[in-house]
Protein backbone atom coordinates (compact mmCIF):
# COMPACT_ATOMS: atom_id res chain seq x y z
CA UNK A 1 0.00 0.00 0.00
CA UNK A 2 1.09 3.37 -1.05
CA UNK A 3 1.64 6.06 2.02
CA UNK A 4 0.27 9.39 1.01
CA UNK A 5 1.95 13.42 1.22
CA UNK A 6 0.85 16.51 0.27
CA UNK A 7 2.44 18.94 -2.11
CA UNK A 8 1.66 22.41 -1.95
CA UNK A 9 2.58 24.19 -5.37
CA UNK A 10 3.81 27.27 -3.79
CA UNK A 11 6.40 28.29 -5.77
CA UNK A 12 4.74 28.77 -8.52
CA UNK A 13 2.58 30.89 -6.95
CA UNK A 14 -0.82 29.39 -7.21
CA UNK A 15 -2.90 27.67 -4.54
CA UNK A 16 -3.24 23.81 -6.25
CA UNK A 17 -2.34 21.05 -4.22
CA UNK A 18 -1.22 17.43 -5.12
CA UNK A 19 -1.34 14.51 -3.45
CA UNK A 20 1.25 11.62 -4.24
CA UNK A 21 1.59 9.09 -3.50
CA UNK A 22 5.40 8.30 -1.94
CA UNK A 23 6.40 5.34 -3.83
CA UNK A 24 5.48 7.10 -7.31
CA UNK A 25 7.44 10.38 -6.52
CA UNK A 26 10.35 10.77 -8.45
CA UNK A 27 13.61 11.96 -7.58
CA UNK A 28 15.90 14.81 -8.84
CA UNK A 29 20.10 15.77 -7.36
CA UNK A 30 20.37 18.87 -6.91
CA UNK A 31 24.19 19.48 -7.44
CA UNK A 32 25.66 22.36 -6.08
CA UNK A 33 22.90 23.48 -4.31
CA UNK A 34 22.95 27.26 -2.56
CA UNK A 35 21.04 30.73 -3.32
CA UNK A 36 19.72 31.34 -6.94
CA UNK A 37 19.29 29.41 -10.00
CA UNK A 38 19.82 25.80 -7.64
CA UNK A 39 16.98 26.78 -5.01
CA UNK A 40 14.61 27.82 -7.76
CA UNK A 41 15.02 24.65 -9.10
CA UNK A 42 14.38 22.54 -6.18
CA UNK A 43 11.38 24.98 -5.68
CA UNK A 44 9.75 24.14 -8.69
CA UNK A 45 10.53 20.44 -9.11
CA UNK A 46 9.29 20.19 -5.24
CA UNK A 47 6.19 21.87 -6.33
CA UNK A 48 5.71 19.42 -9.30
CA UNK A 49 5.88 16.37 -6.75
CA UNK A 50 9.71 15.66 -6.51
CA UNK A 51 11.72 14.16 -3.65
CA UNK A 52 14.79 16.50 -3.45
CA UNK A 53 18.61 15.11 -2.67
CA UNK A 54 20.42 18.48 -2.28
CA UNK A 55 24.21 18.48 -2.65
CA UNK A 56 26.89 20.89 -1.66
CA UNK A 57 29.78 21.26 0.55
CA UNK A 58 28.80 23.63 3.34
CA UNK A 59 26.80 20.50 5.96
CA UNK A 60 24.88 23.07 7.78
CA UNK A 61 23.26 25.28 5.03
CA UNK A 62 22.20 21.67 3.22
CA UNK A 63 20.78 20.40 6.78
CA UNK A 64 19.46 23.66 7.29
CA UNK A 65 17.64 23.54 3.77
CA UNK A 66 16.65 20.29 3.63
CA UNK A 67 15.31 20.46 6.96
CA UNK A 68 12.67 23.96 5.25
CA UNK A 69 11.52 21.42 2.68
CA UNK A 70 10.59 18.99 5.19
CA UNK A 71 8.34 21.33 6.76
CA UNK A 72 6.41 21.92 3.57
CA UNK A 73 5.88 18.13 3.26
CA UNK A 74 8.57 17.58 0.61
CA UNK A 75 10.99 14.38 1.24
CA UNK A 76 14.35 15.96 1.27
CA UNK A 77 17.69 14.96 2.31
CA UNK A 78 20.89 16.88 2.93
CA UNK A 79 24.24 15.29 0.85
CA UNK A 80 27.47 17.02 1.81
CA UNK A 81 29.82 16.64 -0.98
CA UNK A 82 33.12 17.92 -2.41
CA UNK A 83 32.07 17.88 -6.36
CA UNK A 84 35.63 18.75 -7.63
CA UNK A 85 36.09 15.25 -6.64
CA UNK A 86 34.42 11.95 -8.90
CA UNK A 87 34.48 9.66 -6.49
CA UNK A 88 32.38 12.23 -4.32
CA UNK A 89 30.46 12.76 -7.72
CA UNK A 90 29.60 8.87 -7.79
CA UNK A 91 28.70 8.42 -4.36
CA UNK A 92 26.62 11.16 -3.79
CA UNK A 93 24.00 9.12 -6.45
CA UNK A 94 24.46 5.89 -4.38
CA UNK A 95 23.46 8.12 -1.41
CA UNK A 96 20.75 9.91 -2.88
CA UNK A 97 19.39 6.73 -4.17
CA UNK A 98 19.49 4.86 -0.96
CA UNK A 99 17.64 7.81 0.89
CA UNK A 100 15.23 8.28 -1.90
CA UNK A 101 15.20 5.77 -4.32
CA UNK A 102 15.79 5.54 -8.24
CA UNK A 103 17.06 8.86 -9.17
CA UNK A 104 14.69 10.63 -11.98
CA UNK A 105 16.58 14.17 -12.48
CA UNK A 106 20.19 14.90 -12.11
CA UNK A 107 20.30 18.80 -12.29
CA UNK A 108 24.17 19.92 -12.71
CA UNK A 109 24.46 23.64 -11.35
CA UNK A 110 28.09 23.00 -9.49
CA UNK A 111 30.65 25.36 -10.98
CA UNK A 112 34.36 26.78 -9.47
CA UNK A 113 36.23 29.70 -10.59
CA UNK A 114 39.48 29.85 -10.38
CA UNK A 115 42.48 29.80 -12.66
CA UNK A 116 41.56 33.38 -13.62
CA UNK A 117 44.63 34.01 -15.47
CA UNK A 118 45.21 31.05 -17.38
CA UNK A 119 48.66 32.66 -18.29
CA UNK A 120 49.46 32.37 -14.54
CA UNK A 121 47.26 29.67 -13.15
CA UNK A 122 48.50 26.39 -11.87
CA UNK A 123 47.82 23.25 -13.86
CA UNK A 124 46.05 21.92 -10.66
CA UNK A 125 44.29 24.73 -10.37
CA UNK A 126 42.68 24.56 -13.68
CA UNK A 127 41.93 21.12 -13.51
CA UNK A 128 39.92 21.27 -10.51
CA UNK A 129 37.68 24.12 -12.47
CA UNK A 130 37.54 21.24 -14.83
CA UNK A 131 36.79 18.27 -12.70
CA UNK A 132 34.05 20.41 -11.07
CA UNK A 133 32.28 21.52 -14.70
CA UNK A 134 33.10 17.94 -16.87
CA UNK A 135 34.51 15.26 -14.88
CA UNK A 136 32.55 15.09 -11.94
CA UNK A 137 29.34 15.39 -14.05
CA UNK A 138 30.09 12.95 -16.40
CA UNK A 139 31.31 9.93 -13.20
CA UNK A 140 27.40 11.74 -11.85
CA UNK A 141 25.72 10.46 -15.26
CA UNK A 142 27.61 7.42 -15.45
CA UNK A 143 26.38 5.86 -11.76
CA UNK A 144 22.86 7.09 -12.47
CA UNK A 145 22.54 5.61 -15.97
CA UNK A 146 20.32 2.94 -14.59
CA UNK A 147 17.92 4.82 -12.61
CA UNK A 148 17.58 7.37 -15.37
CA UNK A 149 17.02 4.31 -18.06
CA UNK A 150 14.19 2.93 -16.12
CA UNK A 151 12.64 6.17 -15.00
CA UNK A 152 13.29 7.65 -18.29
CA UNK A 153 14.77 10.61 -16.59
CA UNK A 154 16.49 13.80 -17.23
CA UNK A 155 20.20 15.89 -16.95
CA UNK A 156 19.49 19.25 -16.80
CA UNK A 157 23.00 21.60 -16.54
CA UNK A 158 23.28 25.12 -15.79
CA UNK A 159 25.64 26.85 -18.12
CA UNK A 160 27.36 29.87 -18.62
CA UNK A 161 27.60 32.33 -21.41
CA UNK A 162 31.72 32.40 -20.83
CA UNK A 163 31.85 29.48 -22.62
CA UNK A 164 30.51 30.63 -25.87
CA UNK A 165 32.94 31.26 -28.97
CA UNK A 166 32.68 35.13 -28.82
CA UNK A 167 35.57 37.46 -29.18
CA UNK A 168 33.95 40.22 -26.93
CA UNK A 169 32.73 37.28 -24.17
CA UNK A 170 36.27 35.97 -24.53
CA UNK A 171 37.06 39.54 -23.45
CA UNK A 172 34.98 39.68 -20.73
CA UNK A 173 35.96 36.76 -19.36
CA UNK A 174 39.76 37.94 -19.61
CA UNK A 175 38.64 41.40 -17.66
CA UNK A 176 36.66 39.52 -15.26
CA UNK A 177 39.83 37.02 -14.24
CA UNK A 178 37.05 34.43 -15.35
CA UNK A 179 39.34 32.74 -17.93
CA UNK A 180 39.33 29.31 -16.41
CA UNK A 181 35.47 29.25 -16.06
CA UNK A 182 34.99 30.11 -19.22
CA UNK A 183 37.00 27.00 -20.46
CA UNK A 184 35.06 24.94 -18.12
CA UNK A 185 31.65 26.32 -19.46
CA UNK A 186 32.87 25.77 -22.93
CA UNK A 187 33.73 21.82 -21.80
CA UNK A 188 30.31 21.43 -20.52
CA UNK A 189 28.14 22.83 -23.46
CA UNK A 190 30.10 19.84 -25.63
CA UNK A 191 29.47 17.82 -22.84
CA UNK A 192 25.91 18.73 -22.86
CA UNK A 193 25.36 17.81 -26.77
CA UNK A 194 27.23 14.72 -26.63
CA UNK A 195 25.50 13.29 -23.79
CA UNK A 196 22.09 14.38 -25.28
CA UNK A 197 22.95 12.62 -28.37
CA UNK A 198 24.71 9.66 -26.95
CA UNK A 199 21.52 8.89 -24.81
CA UNK A 200 18.18 9.66 -26.81
CA UNK A 201 17.69 6.68 -27.40
CA UNK A 202 18.02 5.42 -24.23
CA UNK A 203 15.25 7.72 -23.28
CA UNK A 204 17.28 9.95 -21.36
CA UNK A 205 16.75 13.53 -22.16
CA UNK A 206 19.56 15.81 -21.26
CA UNK A 207 19.73 19.92 -21.72
CA UNK A 208 21.11 22.80 -20.35
CA UNK A 209 19.82 26.65 -19.47
CA UNK A 210 23.02 29.00 -21.01
CA UNK A 211 22.90 31.83 -18.60
CA UNK A 212 24.17 34.83 -20.09
CA UNK A 213 23.22 37.63 -17.67
CA UNK A 214 23.33 37.59 -13.74
CA UNK A 215 21.13 36.30 -11.47
CA UNK A 216 19.59 38.12 -8.63
CA UNK A 217 20.51 37.06 -5.26
CA UNK A 218 23.48 35.21 -5.93
CA UNK A 219 27.06 35.77 -5.60
CA UNK A 220 27.62 37.33 -9.24
CA UNK A 221 25.17 39.92 -8.13
CA UNK A 222 26.36 43.67 -7.47
CA UNK A 223 22.57 44.88 -7.23
CA UNK A 224 22.53 45.13 -11.08
CA UNK A 225 21.28 41.39 -11.59
CA UNK A 226 18.33 41.60 -14.25
CA UNK A 227 17.18 38.09 -14.16
CA UNK A 228 15.08 36.33 -11.59
CA UNK A 229 16.20 32.34 -10.60
CA UNK A 230 12.46 31.61 -10.45
CA UNK A 231 12.20 32.51 -14.69
CA UNK A 232 15.32 30.12 -14.68
CA UNK A 233 13.86 27.28 -12.78
CA UNK A 234 10.91 27.64 -14.65
CA UNK A 235 12.90 26.89 -18.38
CA UNK A 236 14.63 23.98 -16.47
CA UNK A 237 11.18 22.86 -15.94
CA UNK A 238 10.11 23.37 -19.59
CA UNK A 239 13.01 21.18 -21.13
CA UNK A 240 12.52 18.53 -18.61
CA UNK A 241 8.19 18.61 -20.09
CA UNK A 242 9.49 19.34 -23.30
CA UNK A 243 12.21 17.01 -24.05
CA UNK A 244 13.45 18.00 -27.27
CA UNK A 245 15.19 21.14 -27.21
CA UNK A 246 18.04 20.33 -26.09
CA UNK A 247 19.50 23.76 -24.97
CA UNK A 248 18.07 27.50 -24.04
CA UNK A 249 19.63 30.31 -23.74
CA UNK A 250 18.47 33.66 -21.42
Known amino acids: MFRWRVVHRSALGVSNVAVLPLGMAKTIIINGFGTGISSAVAERFAAEGFALALVARNADRLASAAKAFQ??????????????????????????????????????????????????????????????????LVAAVQAALPDLRKEKGAVLVTNGGLGMLDRKIDAMAVQWN?????????????????????????????????????????????????????????????????RSTPSVTV
Not at 78 to 92: F, N
Not at 196 to 211: P, T
Not at 218 to 230: H, R, V
Open 178 to 242: AMGLGVANAAKLKLVGLLAEKLRGDGIYVGQVMVTGTVKGTAWDNGSATLEASMIAGKFWELYQG
Open 71 to 136: GKGVRAEAIPADLSQPEAARGVIEKARAALGPIGALHWNAYAGGAGDLTTAPAGELRAVYDVAVTS
